[in-house]
Antibody, heavy 120, light 107 residues
């Protein structure tokens, strides 16, 4: 069974940084694009970033471009999201999500979510 | 960027009712449209992709239709476990935009 195990959430002050991780198992990790999706408290889903299987193509939502960096280590089957210059508007549950194929495909598996709280 | 608009934002229906809600794209997206269901406090779950293809294991009471800009998700007979929020998603090119969601409750 495909598993996506997230870690790295927590509380951070405005302007701070945080790194999220998503450890994948039971599928050929490098063959699939991966994504980060967030959900602010009581709000809907927002796609944050996506990365091709090779790691050669990274894409970002306008709201995080220049502040967030998506990356992956295919030798460790792990996806990362480096977040900098965090503001209160970044407070959300962050999910990693596996694309069912290339980046242009729906998300067939999701991590359990990691809460990121940005507050002074 | 392509905007995805869902309606209604919420609805309340009885068990056994036929329920339909819609998703409208800001421009022609062909059939690059997926539907997800998020139960309260849970992780989203893929129901339908390419606008009308049911993911394996999803109950047959769910169906999707549409192409271009207008799409619908129908639940033929609403069940108690169907409560939650339904999201459409465009996935052909980044940004892979989600609609705002339709929240479904049982009367």
């Amino acid at each position: 069974e495909v598993q996506l195990l997230q870690s790295g959430g927590g509380s951070v002050q405005p302007g701070g940084s945080l790194r999220l991780s998503c450890a994948a198992s039971e599928f050929p990790f490098s063959s699939f694009a991966m994504n980060w999706v967030r959900q602010a408290p009581g709000k809907g889903l927002e796609w944050v970033s996506g990365l091709t299987g090779s790691g050669g193509g990274a894409y970002y939502a306008a709201s995080v471009k220049g502040r967030f960096t998506i990356s992956r280590d295919n030798s460790k089957n792990t996806l990362y999201l480096e977040m900098k210059s965090l503001t209160a508007e970044d407070t959300a549950i962050y999910y990693c999500a596996k694309s069912s194929g290339p980046l242009t495909s729906p998300f067939d598996y999701w991590g359990q979510g990691a809460l990121v709280t940005v507050s002074s | 960027d392509i905007q995805m608009t869902q309606s209604p934002s919420s609805l309340s229906a009885s068990v056994g009712d036929r329920v339909t809600f819609t998703c409208r794209a800001g421009q022609d997206i062909s059939d690059y449209l997926a539907w997800y269901h998020q139960k309260p406090g849970k992780v989203p779950n893929l129901l339908i992709y390419t606008a009308s293809t049911l993911k394996s294991g999803v109950p047959s009471r769910f169906s999707g239709s549409g192409s271009g800009t207008d799409f619908t998700l129908t639940i033929s007979s609403l069940q108690p476990e169907d409560v939650g929020t339904y999201y459409c998603q465009y996935y052909k090119t980044a940004p892979l935009t989600f609609g705002g969601g339709t929240k479904v409750e049982i009367k």
